[in-house]
């Protein structure tokens, strides 16, 4: 079985600076992937980074990278450059052999002007 | 890239009757499907995988004489919500597995949704 843990309900952003969401997972896996996915208003889920768990290199897509910690299970994303489009929630999520994702419960980013 | 359409976007019925919710993979083909329920400001809750050519396998707690699921081809999986109630009233989300040529991508392509509102 898998758990994913965001202890971030909310968080806020200006525009321009960086901001961390942090997500923990529990897996009894040897082999998974992870991910975040954004969700705007309008609900289409959309993938914004993914990091196979066998990769130590952390995953980097433009102004979005992660922080994985293999170890202590920690698997945290990173925006820079904050923009009024990355308003949105945002879910951490991870999946195994039965290609089931496990979504966290999402933590909703707010981008001040 | 993978796209997944869902169809209708949105959808009203009157208690009782049923509702078919159809999830297409446009430009891939996707041996599996999975069926999301999503609650307003709430997190994704797996309801379903669809396989293709074989029964679905439903989560615990959901019950699937009411969620009938059919995975007729590789492109198109339908979720038919029997008896609609109320209750049944919610967002419901497909998305495809998408699979490179030497195997599964661990990838989900998510649909648009449906917005379900029962009367």
């Known amino acids: 079985a898998q758990t994913v843990t965001q202890s971030q309900p909310e968080m806020s952003v200006q525009e321009a600076e960086t901001v961390t969401l942090s997500c923990t997972y529990d897996?009894?896996?040897?082999?998974?992937?992870l991910f975040w996915y954004k969700q705007p208003p309008s609900r289409q889920m959309i993938l914004v980074i993914r990091?196979?768990?066998?990769?130590?290199q952390n995953a980097t897509e433009n102004r979005f990278s992660v922080n994985f910690q293999k170890a202590a299970k920690s698997f945290s994303l990173k925006i820079s450059d904050s923009q009024l489009g990355d308003a949105a929630m945002y879910f951490c999520?991870?999946?195994?052999?039965?290609?089931?994702?496990?979504f966290g419960k999402g933590t909703l980013l707010t981008v001040n002007p | 890239g993978a796209v997944v359409s869902q169809h209708p976007s949105w959808v009203i019925c009157k208690s009782g009757t049923s509702v078919k919710i159809e999830c297409r993979s446009l430009?891939?083909?996707?041996?599996?499907m999975f069926w999301y329920r999503q609650f307003p400001k709430k997190s994704l809750m797996l309801m379903a995988t669809?396989?293709?050519?074989?029964?679905?396998?439903?989560e615990q707690g959901v019950e699937k004489d009411k969620f009938l699921i059919n995975h007729a081809s590789l492109t198109l999986s339908t979720l038919t919500v029997t008896s609609a109630h109320p209750e049944d009233s919610s967002f419901y989300i497909c998305?495809?597995?998408?699979?490179?040529?030497?195997?599964?991508?661990?990838?989900?392509?998510f649909g648009p949704g449906t917005r379900l509102t029962v009367t």
């Open positions: 990091q196979e768990a066998y990769k130590q």
């Open positions: 897996t009894s896996e040897s082999d998974y992937y």
């Open positions: 998305s495809a597995d998408y699979e490179l040529a030497g195997g599964p991508d661990y990838e989900q392509y």
């Open positions: 999520a991870s999946g195994g052999s039965n290609y089931k994702l496990t």
């Open positions: 430009d891939f083909q996707a041996t599996t």
């Open positions: 669809s396989n293709e050519g074989s029964k679905a396998t439903y």
